[in-house]
Each structure stands twice: as structure tokens, then as C-alpha cells.
């Protein structure tokens, strides 16, 4: 909300988004496959609104000078650094609701939700989960210069592997079993499931215990590495 560049890109992507979906699925003439779409477009504006930033995260702060006073704090780093990742992925309760009305209103997709609190539900921690792999992978890279970098070479994989646009069964089987430990696949298979009317507690359940496994990696992670920069004295990467 602080970077006009952040915050147009942000505003514009999902609209793109489902904008190109849409014409893409509209060819088919069936109503399921643009909800399918729908939902999908809404979803990739989670991911890309972490995958891309979150990389970046701890590469900003040391930019600015303060990644330095954010390591000194009593506080654990990674209830610094968790808040953050949340933030980023929150743009995805935007990506949600702009995504459907500009289907609605321009491609006259009609969004049935047969269980709205269970779709809710499944959305929120959908997000959550997505803010949590964030917080790990902004750890990953903190070594890197170019973080940044990485994560645009994440998104656009993650949306094939998490089954966004584009159906897992189309994929070779490698890529659908790689796609397991990846949050956003369980989380939007559980919001097509409340959607639909299809039992969604499996997948949501997937989706949270993979996010909570993120956050203890991410845990474990960032003593590491903190630990090594205060070492070596490194943190500045200079």
C-alpha cells in the first residue's frame, strides 16, 4: 500500500488474470469450466502477490537499512517477518472479490457457492497457508542478492503445479505428485470442493497442515541462518 509500483501491479494482475482465462475457457460454452476458471484466476492473485514479493522481502529491508534493527529486536524474527508475508498474501481477499465481479459483470459468469461459510473458510486458510510459505521462502533466499529473481521464477510454475487454470490430470504424473507439498494445491482444491457442494475438510486439512509445516521449517531456518550472519557478520551481505 506504501509502493505505488506494488500497489497498481496488484490492483491490474488479477483482472488480467481472469480476463485471459475467461476468453480462454469461454471458448468451451460450459458454464462449469468458466467457474473453474473463475475460482483459479482468483487464487493465482494470491500466489503472485507472495511468490513474487515474499522473496524479495528481506532484500527490501536490508535495501532500506533496516533489516540489521529488525534482527536486533527481542522479538523472534519470525514473528517479524510472518505479519509481512500475511500482508502480501491478504491481497488475495482483493484478488477474490475483483476476479468474480469483473467475471459477472463482463463475462456473465454466474458463481453459485453452495456453501458460502465453508468457501470462506476454506479461503481464509487457504491464505494463511500461502502467507506461510512466503515466510519460508523469504528465509530460503535471504542469502541471495537477486532474490527477487526466484520468485518470479516461482510463480509461473506454481501456477501449473497448483492446478489454478490449468487441471493437475493434464500434467505428467511427476508434476501432480510434486504439486503435494505445495499449500495453494490443497487450498484451492478445497475451495472448488465448497464451491461445488463436494466434501472439502480433506484437502482444507492438507492445506493447513502443510502450512503449519512451513512455518516450523521456516522456524527452524531462520535461527539458522540468523545464527551464521551473526557469525560471520554477514547480514548486510556488503
Not at 537477486?146 to 505428467?172: D, I, K, Q, S
Request: proline share 5%; charged share 10%.
Amino acid at each position: 500500500m506504501t509502493s505505488k509500483l506494488q500497489f497498481m501491479l496488484q490492483l491490474i494482475w488479477p483482472i488480467f488474470f481472469a480476463t485471459t482465462a475467461l476468453l480462454v475457457y469461454r471458448q468451451s460454452n460450459d458454464p462449469s469450466a468458466l467457474l473453474y476458471a473463475a475460482l483459479g484466476s482468483a487464487a493465482m492473485g494470491t500466489w503472485s502477490s507472495v511468490a513474487t514479493t515474499a522473496t524479495g522481502a528481506l532484500q527490501r529491508e536490508r535495501r532500506h537499512g533496516t533489516l540489521e534493527l529488525l534482527v536486533g529486536t527481542p522479538t523472534p524474527f519470525a514473528l517479524v517477518m510472518v505479519p509481512i508475508t500475511t500482508a502480501m498474501a491478504t491481497m488475495g481477499a482483493y484478488s477474490l472479490i475483483a476476479t468474480l465481479l469483473w467475471g459477472r459483470l463482463v463475462f456473465r459468469v454466474r458463481v453459485v457457492i453452495d456453501s458460502p461459510v465453508a468457501f470462506a473458510l476454506t479461503f481464509i486458510v487457504m491464505v494463511l497457508s500461502v502467507a506461510l510459505l512466503g515466510f519460508l521462502l523469504s528465509i530460503v533466499t535471504v542469502r541471495y542478492r537477486t532474490a527477487w529473481v526466484l520468485g518470479n521464477l516461482l510463480e509461473y510454475p506454481g501456477w501449473l503445479l497448483c492446478g489454478f487454470v490449468v487441471p493437475l490430470a493434464f500434467l505428467p504424473r511427476w508434476a501432480d505428485q510434486l504439486s503435494w507439498i505445495l499449500t495453494p494445491k490443497w487450498g484451492m482444491a478445497a475451495l472448488r470442493a465448497a464451491a461445488s457442494g463436494e466434501p472439502w475438510i480433506g484437502s482444507l486439512l492438507g492445506c493447513l497442515v502443510l502450512g503449519l509445516a512451513y512455518a516450523a521449517l521456516g522456524g527452524v531456518l531462520a535461527r539458522i541462518v540468523l545464527q551464521s550472519a551473526r557469525t560471520h557478520a554477514s547480514i548486510s551481505l556488503t
